[in-house]
């Protein structure tokens, strides 16, 4: 028997953890968890997922409004400051309206303090 080693070496391509990472709440407590890929790297260049359930895909350019906050991540903090965006956005006056579902933006990883995380929630706006 020998114990677990450090570092474990791979033989495919390593890309630096990406920043920010977006999760959205799917039926029956499912999550989509998106990347946003470095902008050196094109769809040609990008490796190839090696699980079936990982995708990879385009998205349009888009225009969101955005709420910054630090702290814990978990689902209730998430709805408060989903809430908050909202409310903020409706009594914004510059005529922006949500156009689709919020997601929740993550730049920091796990184990760092709550304190100094970087989180966002989002969502998708267009001008009245």
């Not at 998205?59 to 903090?77: C, E, I, M, N």
């Not at 965006?85 to 510059?94: D, E, I, M, R, T």
């Not at 303090?113 to 970087?118: A, K």
């Amino acid at each position: 028997s020998i114990a677990m080693t450090a570092p474990v070496a791979q033989a495919s391509q390593k890309i630096a953890m990406t920043a920010p990472v977006a999760q959205t709440a799917g039926p029956g407590g499912t999550w989509t968890v998106q990347f946003t890929m470095p902008a050196q790297y094109t769809r040609a260049t990008l490796p190839a997922p090696r699980d079936p359930a990982v995708r990879i895909v385009d998205l349009p350019a888009q225009d969101y409004a955005v709420l910054r906050f630090s702290g814990s991540t978990d689902a209730k903090a998430v709805a408060a400051k989903t809430e908050a965006l909202k409310a903020a956005l409706a009594q914004a006056s510059a005529g922006w309206h949500a156009t689709g579902a919020p997601v929740a933006w993550f730049y920091d990883p796990p184990w760092t303090l709550p304190g100094f995380r970087r989180n966002e929630v989002a969502v998708p706006v267009a001008r009245n």
